[in-house]
């Protein structure tokens, strides 16, 4: 069976940093590529970074570059999320996703708030 669970999200002030981890379990995260999305309330849900299945290709949203960085640890199959210099404009839900045989998954999301 094919899960993704995200963590790491909370509550942060204006300026501070969050490191998101999406764990995967069911297959090895090296046999595809890992995307981490976000939805905030009256919002459609947008990506946000994406890595490949080697590691070697990494694309960022306009509002997340040279801010955010995506990067995966195959030993322990996680992909994981570093966020800083966090605005406000950063507060929603995130989700990581994967895609296999054509088939999407997605994790149960995590909140990330952004307020002073």
């Known amino acids: 069976q094919v899960e993704l669970v995200e963590s790491g999200g909370g509550l942060v002030q204006p300026g501070g940093s969050l490191r998101l981890s999406c764990g995967l379990s069911g297959f090895a995260i090296s046999s595809s590529a890992v995307s981490w999305y976000r939805q905030a309330p009256g919002k459609e849900r947008e990506m946000v970074a994406v890595?490949?299945?080697?590691?070697?290709?990494?694309t960022y949203a306009d509002s997340a570059k040279g801010r955010f960085t995506i990067s995966r640890d195959n030993g322990k199959n996680t992909v994981f999320l570093q966020m800083n210099s966090l605005k406000p404009q950063d507060t929603a839900v995130y989700y990581c996703k994967t895609v296999m045989w054509g088939t999407a998954y997605w994790g149960q999301g995590t909140q990330v708030t952004v307020s002073s």
């Open positions: 890595i490949s299945s080697t590691g070697g290709t990494r």
